[in-house]
């Protein structure tokens, strides 16, 4: 009989949306947005932290480039990749709700304060606008560095840039404040604020200092460094540390000594899953001395650098700060003013807030000082997102650190110990930002915000970016053969 003729079955059909969990197949597109990426950081640092409307404008612009990259990254492989990440979320909540600002269902208690009456939610819609446009961007930033960041060779591209340009900056700016600390890039000389680097205010170079040094620290405590590369990131730290001093923020130093107290204490979690890997190869009384020891060497090493920092580049003065501090009858500086004003603000607008970036006309209102002064952010950046969005956007703040930390300390559970430092020193950069954000507004600044993200990024990143653990190579055991007749005769034979 003849054979039955049969049909092939047709291919599976490929879903429009995809959650990658490997490493899928490299398009140029990708190869692109990794570079876009990594040069939205730089130029949006250099742009005086991206504050300005021209500046934010190209930002954004990027922020388009990337979703059109990301389009025809989709269009060659046949689905849009996305990630499960839940960090995304808060961010997304937050943006809607900034739209729901934006309905006109206005009340008209506002032209009796004597302003300007809005039909909006928000007492400012166009700067409601304004900050939807930076909050999009951002998010587009993160949510492309969550998908293309799938390989552990694009782990250590974002990685290397972060701590290479950190150190560039650094240097940038130890230069400028010894050569001219009252202009920027020696063309402009800022009306308000105390500039150094490209920044206008000295607190936000330090928040920049936070961040960028956190990855080479993270991984000298997780013994990520070959020993020949050691010497040259304990350099970066530390210049890194002089430049964060000089700047002259209390709120800087006390997170930098959060930051390091915080490895510390991820030191014992990196130490134990370190251990577990080296038990596995035979050798973890050693590979435990070992990561303790460098541990206390950097600790050791930080210290004496700060000291040395105090006593030869002009330290004194920050000491003195210090101290001054502790005996003046407020030691905030005037923020307590700031933080009374804003108080005022949540509870006359609880729920929802006075609209994202609106803060400024709101202020005017409840300003003890009956609007003397024109405050534009509150100097707390907890109250400010109450202030802004209300209970709700304090929530989703919440939401967002939560899931940083608990996602971020089950990634240090991981045998390649590149994975454990980047991990180790993201979280304790965004650590340490969120303990400065108590005194000052880091997450406010564009640029600061972009790399606050990128670390968040780098911390809950999957596991397609961990380095498979090589196997040891098997010892041949060398058996002793005894010759025989017959050997003895193919040898002769």
């Known amino acids: 009989m003849p054979a039955a003729h049969t049909e092939p079955a047709p291919p599976p059909a490929q879903a429009l949306v995809s959650w990658p969990t490997t490493a899928p197949p490299r398009t140029l597109a990708s190869r692109f947005i990794m570079l876009a990426l990594c040069l939205a950081l730089v130029l949006a640092t250099l742009a005086f932290g991206t504050v300005h409307p021209w500046a934010l404008m190209f930002f954004a612009a990027g922020a388009c480039l990337v979703g059109a990259l990301w389009v025809a990254d989709a269009w060659r492989t046949g689905s849009l990749r996305v990630s499960r990440n839940a960090l995304q979320w808060p961010l997304a909540a937050l943006f809607i709700l900034g739209l729901i600002q934006l309905l006109p269902f206005g ?3 506002v032209r009796d304060a004597g302003v300007t009456p809005v039909p909006t939610l ?34 250590r591209l974002v990685v290397r840039t972060i701590t290479i340009f950190g150190f560039v900056l650094a240097l940038f700016g130890l230069l400028q404040h010894f050569v001219n600390p009252e202009q920027i890039y020696w063309l402009r000389t800022p009306y308000q604020g105390h500039p150094f680097g ?27 460094i ?87 580049f002009g330290g004194e003065q920050s000491l003195n700060r210090l101290v001054g501090t502790v005996n003046a009858d407020d030691p905030t500086s005037g ?57 709700i956007g304090g929530l989703l703040a919440l939401c967002f650190v939560a899931a940083l930390f608990r996602r971020g300390l089950t990634r240090l559970d991981t045998p390649d110990k590149f994975r454990r430092g980047t991990s180790a020193g993201a979280l304790a950069g965004c650590g340490a930002v969120l303990v400065h954000s108590f005194f000052d507004f880091p997450l406010h600044i564009t640029s600061i915000a972009l790399l606050f993200l990128m670390l968040a990024a780098l911390a809950t990143t999957d596991g397609r970016v961990e380095e498979e653990p090589k196997p040891r190579p098997r010892r041949q055991r060398h058996t002793q053969h005894t010759v025989g007749p017959s050997d003895m005769s193919q040898l002769t034979g």
């Open 107 to 109: 009340t008209s208690d």
């Open 122 to 155: 928000s007492l400012d819609p166009y700067a409601t606008r304004f900050a939807l446009v930076q909050l999009a961007a951002l998010s587009i930033y993160f949510a492309a560095l969550l998908v293309f960041t799938d390989s552990p060779a694009r782990l």
């Open 198 to 224: 490209p920044f206008i205010n000295s607190h936000h170079f330090a928040a920049c200092m936070e961040l960028t040094l956190a990855l080479p620290l993270g991984l000298l405590f997780a013994g990520a």
């Open 226 to 312: 070959g020993r020949e590369r050691r010497a040259l990131y304990l350099f970066a730290v530390a210049l890194m540390a002089l430049a964060l001093l000089l700047t002259n923020s209390r709120g800087a130093m006390l997170s930098f000594v959060c930051e390091v107290l915080f490895l510390f204490v991820l030191g014992g979690v990196v130490r134990r899953a370190g251990g577990r890997a080296v038990a596995e190869s035979g050798a973890a009384g050693r590979g435990r001395v070992r990561v303790a020891l460098l541990r206390i060497s950097v600790g050791f090493v930080l210290v004496l650098t700060l000291l040395a920092a105090a006593v030869m």
């Open 335 to 391: 923020r307590t003013q700031f933080w009374r004003g804003t108080v005022a603000v949540i509870k006359a607008h609880p729920m929802i807030g006075v609209g994202l970036g609106a803060f400024g006309v709101a202020y005017t209102r409840y300003d003890p000082l009956h609007g003397e002064l024109r405050l534009e952010q509150a100097h707390n950046d907890y109250l400010q997102i109450c202030a802004d969005a209300g209970i």
